[in-house]
Antibody, heavy 116, light 110 residues
Framework: DVQLVESGGGLVQPGGSLRLSCAAS????????MHWVRQAPGKGLVWVSR????????SYADSVRGRFTISRDNTKNTLYLQMNSLRVEDTAVYYC?????????WGQGTLVTVSS | QSALTQPASVSGSPGQSITISCTGT?????????VSWYQQHPGKAPKVMIY???KRPSGVSDRFSGSKSGNTASLTISGLQAEDEADYYC??????????FGTGTKVTVL
């Protein structure tokens, strides 16, 4: 079965950094584009970033470009999101998702809270 | 990267049909046939219900259908059931290898 398991969320102060991980299993990770999608408490889904299958091409939402970096390690079947210069408005549940190109599998999400 | 526009809420009685619209631009919904729809129950991860405008994944009820005209996509749920009560989001591939989600619609079964 396909599984995506996020980790690394937590409480961080404004201006701080955090790295999220997404461990993938049950499929050939290296052949799929992967994404991060976030959802602020009580709000809608927002696409954050994507990487192609080998990590050579990435894209970002305007709201995180220059602060967040998506990467992947296909030898470890793991997707990452390095988040720097965090803002209060980055508080959200962060989901990793596989695309095909629809988002066909999602993780359970990891909560990031940015607060002083 | 503006969110696609959806109605905030739609409601219907059991057995009725409802339609949720998703309006974008020629750079997203109107420019590609990569529109998908997601159902999200409280506290759960989203689940794809429709992809590539009108295709249904295996295991999704045929009561769910999708279509597109110009810059607006639509999701129709026929034979509304209590279990359909959830939030629904559209999504579209856009230019520059990015994606965008809709603002979300809360479906209430009366």
């Amino acid at each position: 079965d396909v599984q995506l398991v996020e980790s690394g969320g937590g409480l961080v102060q404004p201006g701080g950094s955090l790295r999220l991980s997404c461990a993938a299993s049950g499929f050939t990770f290296s052949t799929y584009w992967m994404h991060w999608v976030r959802q602020a408490p009580g709000k809608g889904l927002v696409w954050v970033s994507r990487t192609n299958s080998d990590g050579s091409s990435t894209s970002y939402a305007d709201s995180v470009r220059g602060r967040f970096t998506i990467s992947r390690d296909n030898t470890k079947n793991t997707l990452y999101l390095q988040m720097n210069s965090l803002r209060v408005e980055d508080t959200a549940v962060y989901y990793c998702a596989r695309s095909h190109p629809r988002f066909d599998y999602w993780g359970q999400g990891t909560l990031v809270t940015v607060s002083s | 990267q503006s969110a696609l526009t959806q109605p905030a809420s739609v409601s219907g009685s059991p057995g009725q049909s409802i339609t949720i619209s998703c309006t974008g631009t020629s750079s997203d919904v109107g420019g590609y046939n990569y529109v998908s729809w997601y159902q999200q129950h409280p506290g759960k991860a989203p689940k794809v219900m429709i992809y590539d405008v009108s295709k249904r994944p295996s295991g999704v009820s045929d009561r769910f259908s999708g279509s597109k005209s110009g810059n607006t996509a639509s999701l129709t749920i026929s034979g509304l059931q209590a279990e359909d009560e959830a939030d629904y989001y559209c999504s579209s591939y856009t230019t520059s290898f990015t994606y965008v989600f809709g603002t979300g619609t809360k479906v209430t079964v009366l």
